[in-house]
Nanobody, 119 residues
Framework: QVQLVESGGGLVQAGDSLRLSCAASGRTFSNSAMGWFRQAPGKEREFVAAIRYDGSSTYYADSVKGRFTVSRNNAKNTVYLQMNSLKPEDTAVYYC????????????WGQGTQVTVSS
């Protein structure tokens, strides 16, 4: 069975950095786009970042541009989200997703990892 497992979330202060990891198993995702969504309390899930199947291009929500970086290591079947200059508004459950090729069209989701940023 396919699994995407996020890790690296936690409680940090505004301005701090955090790196999330998403380890996939059950199949290779080297031919799939991957990325991240997040959902804050009382809000709908929103797109955060995506990376092309071969890592050749990335795409970010305007709210995180310049602060977050998505990357992947296909040999490890893993995608990462480096989050810098964190703001309280970044507080959410972050979900890893995979699907599509050039464009992220989620077919698989991780269980989510909580990121809390205090002011």
């Amino acid at each position: 069975q396919v699994q995407l497992v996020e890790s690296g979330g936690g409680l940090v202060q505004a301005g701090d950095s955090l790196r999330l990891s998403c380890a996939a198993s059950g199949r290779t995702f080297s031919n799939s786009a991957m990325g991240w969504f997040r959902q804050a309390p009382g809000k709908e899930r929103e797109f955060v970042a995506a990376i092309r199947y071969d890592g050749s291009s990335t795409y970010y929500a305007d709210s995180v541009k310049g602060r977050f970086t998505v990357s992947r290591n296909n040999a490890k079947n893993t995608v990462y989200l480096q989050m810098n200059s964190l703001k309280p508004e970044d507080t959410a459950v972050y979900y890893c997703a995979a699907g599509g090729r050039v464009v992220l069209i989620p077919d698989y989701w991780g269980q989510g990892t909580q990121v809390t940023v205090s002011s």
